[in-house]
C-alpha cells in the first residue's frame, strides 16, 4: 500500500493538491491496483477512484531493466451541481524500469513511462472525448525493510477541443508527486495513477 501527495506545478495544471492512497497486488507477470483520493481545486475537494493494470512484458527485478504495459482508468468530479465536471480518463503505455541503479551506498529504482490517453469530459451539459499523450518519470528508494519512497513528475498535453459550444482546453499541464509505502520487487511502478485525473478546464463560447 503506497500514500501519496501531489500538486500542480504549472498554471496550466490549476496547481490542484492531490492527496492519496493505492493497494495493488499481484501473481507473476500481472499486477492489479486500485486507489482512492482527494482533489482540491481551490473551489472544494472531490473525491476520486481508478484502478491500473499492469503487465510485464520482458525482464524482472533480478534484471537490470523491466519493460511493462500499463493501463488503467481513472474517475474525477470538480466543482458544484449545478456547474459540475466530471472526467472518466482512460491512459495506456509502456513503462520502463531500471532495477539496479546505485546511489548513496542503496538501489534506487528510477523509471519512465510513455503513455497516451483519452479523456470523456462533461461540462455545460456537453460532453466530449479529449485525446493527450503525457510522459511521468520517477524513482523509487527503501528506507528500511520493505517500506520505500518514491517521488515523480507526470507532464501531459491535451488537445483542445471544441463541442456543442464548449470549449475544452488543452495545454502542456505538469505536476509532481511523492510517496510512502510498503514496495513490491515485481510489480511495474503506477506511474501517474488515474485515480486522479486531471479535469480539463472547460469554458462556454464567447466567454
Same mark, same amino acid.
Given at each position: 500500500? %503506497?500514500l501519496?501527495?501531489?500538486? /500542480?506545478v504549472?498554471?496550466?495544471?490549476? #496547481? ?9 497486488g499481484?501473481?507473476?507477470p500481472?499486477?492489479? !491496483?486500485? !486507489?482512492?483520493g482527494? %482533489? ?13 493494470? =499492469?503487465l510485464?512484458?520482458?525482464? !524482472? ?6 519493460? =511493462?504495459?500499463?493501463?488503467g482508468?481513472?474517475?474525477?468530479r470538480?466543482?458544484?451541481d449545478s456547474a ?11 513503462v520502463v524500469?531500471?532495477?539496479r ?9 528510477p %523509471?519512465?513511462?510513455?503513455r497516451?490517453?483519452?479523456?470523456r ?7 466530449g472525448? #479529449? ?10 528508494a ?5 517500506v /520505500?519512497?518514491?517521488?515523480?513528475l507526470?507532464w501531459?498535453?491535451l488537445? #483542445?477541443?471544441v463541442?456543442?459550444g464548449?470549449?475544452?482546453?488543452g ?17 511495474p511502478?503506477a ?10 478546464r472547460a ?5
Amino acid at each position: 500500500m %503506497w500514500l501519496g501527495a501531489g500538486s /500542480g506545478v504549472n498554471d496550466a495544471s490549476g #496547481q490542484a493538491q492531490h492527496l492519496g492512497a493505492r493497494l495493488s497486488g499481484g501473481l507473476g507477470p500481472l499486477t492489479l !491496483g486500485v !486507489g482512492g483520493g482527494l %482533489w482540491e481545486t481551490g473551489s472544494g475537494a472531490s473525491a476520486t477512484v481508478g484502478g491500473t493494470a =499492469g503487465l510485464r512484458l520482458l525482464g !524482472g527485478a533480478a534484471r537490470p531493466l523491466t519493460l =511493462g504495459l500499463l493501463a488503467g482508468v481513472g474517475y474525477a468530479r470538480a466543482g458544484s451541481d449545478s456547474a459540475a465536471s466530471t472526467c472518466v480518463t482512460a491512459p495506456l503505455g509502456l513503462v520502463v524500469t531500471f532495477n539496479r541503479v546505485r546511489a548513496a551506498g542503496r538501489t534506487i529504482v528510477p %523509471w519512465v513511462a510513455p503513455r497516451g490517453e483519452l479523456d470523456r469530459v462533461r461540462f455545460f451539459g456537453a460532453q466530449g472525448d #479529449q485525446g493527450g499523450i503525457g510522459l511521468s518519470a520517477g524513482v523509487s528508494a527503501p528506507v528500511s525493510g520493505r517500506v /520505500g519512497v518514491h517521488g515523480a513528475l507526470d507532464w501531459l498535453d491535451l488537445f #483542445q477541443r471544441v463541442n456543442g459550444g464548449v470549449t475544452f482546453a488543452g495545454g502542456s499541464r505538469l505536476t509532481a508527486g511523492v510517496g510512502v509505502g510498503r514496495r513490491r520487487r515485481t510489480s511495474p511502478p503506477a506511474a501517474r495513477s488515474p485515480r486522479t485525473p486531471p479535469c480539463p478546464r472547460a469554458v462556454r463560447g464567447g466567454q
